[in-house]
């Protein structure tokens, strides 16, 4: 009886631990999460049921930082979004991202290089692509900053990308805490017709520290996406995300483009309560607009604006 009971004691302490190490790594230890994560921001991603990771506008740079590695131009955005109509759930962002080619060409050597490469006019940048963003949600009782630089590059058919963050959370009579937090993303082609997209936030736990209280946990977050382009005009995707605090859900969504500078976006989301988006988007030369519009049946709706700026 002795070595029995004794038995079941080591299997007892044996299934805790593992028990304890699984329900860290799925979230699920009652512990206090800071708000600070990786929403999607811009409105292209909204209007196409917020898939973030697979948008390849100058707000990638909020999203999936590996879709800004074969930029060519330098460009700005400015992106605004209010959730459900609430003053107290806005937030503004805007960012800068720049190629880094350093190389110089004479006349001779470009009119080569387009002689000899005619199907592949648009040139990839030599040292890769940098950008800054700043972003603020909230209002003046509570607010979160996030100053973000990042890195991406890309080689032949796959794109690798990294951004820091400095996340910083202000609760009013309370003050302010903020930390680092790493963002890494990546996108493959698969062949002509799919691509992969993938991102994760926060995968090492950074947390905000706290001198009065609990310490807060920055949530954790990964995204995985397909998309499948038939033609220039269609646009096709699904994206898988998972917050290591909850159950993965899915996303679905769709772009239109039915004349050279207008686009068309529509999409759901499969959480707790569906979520419908739709949005519309407008290109002239230079300059790029776009609205979208999400609703939630219990929360109302969501809108989201962007505006940005190549040169």
């Known amino acids: 009886m002795a070595r029995i009971s004794k038995y079941y004691q080591i299997n007892r302490k044996i299934n805790l631990f593992f028990g304890l190490f699984f329900c860290f790594f799925l979230g699920k230890i009652q512990t206090s999460f800071a708000q600070i994560d990786a929403q999607n921001t811009g409105a292209i991603a ?54 880094l080619d350093f190389s110089k060409k004479n006349q001779s050597e470009i009119q080569e290089t387009k002689e000899n490469q005619p199907q592949n006019p648009k040139k990839l940048p030599k040292y890769g692509v940098v ?43 309370f003050g302010s805490r903020g930390n680092f937090v790493v963002e890494i993303g990546g996108n493959v082609i698969l062949s002509k017709e799919f691509q992969a997209f993938f991102s994760a936030y926060n995968l090492t736990g950074s947390i905000l520290k706290s001198d009065f209280g609990e310490n807060l946990r920055i949530p954790s977050l990964v995204r995985v996406a397909l998309q499948y382009q038939p033609n220039q005009t269609l646009k096709i995707a699904t994206e898988l995300e998972k917050d290591l605090r909850y159950d993965p859900f899915l996303k679905i969504g769709a772009e239109y483009q039915p004349t050279k500078n207008f686009f068309l976006r529509t999409g759901i989301q499969t959480t707790q309560q569906v979520i419908l988006n739709g949005g519309a988007g407008f290109q002239a030369r230079k300059w790029r607009f776009d609205y979208s519009l999400a609703s939630q049946s219990i929360l109302g709706l969501s809108h989201s604006l962007a505006l940005q700026c190549s040169f």
Not at 85 to 97: A, D, K, L, R
Not at 133 to 138: E, I, K, Q, Y
């Open 131 to 173: 950008g800054l963003a700043l972003g603020r949600f909230g209002d003046n009782l509570y607010n979160e900053q996030k100053i973000s630089l990042a890195y991406a590059h890309q080689i032949e058919g796959a794109s690798i990308g990294v951004k820091v963050h400095y996340a910083q959370q202000y609760i009013k009579d």
């Open 46 to 99: 909204q209007g196409m049921g917020n898939i973030s990771t697979i948008q390849k506008d100058a707000t990638a740079l909020l999203n999936n930082v590996a879709n800004i590695s074969n930029f060519n131009q330098y460009k700005a955005f400015l992106a605004y979004n209010l959730r459900h109509n609430q003053q107290s759930f806005q937030t503004i962002s805007i960012g800068f991202v720049a190629p």
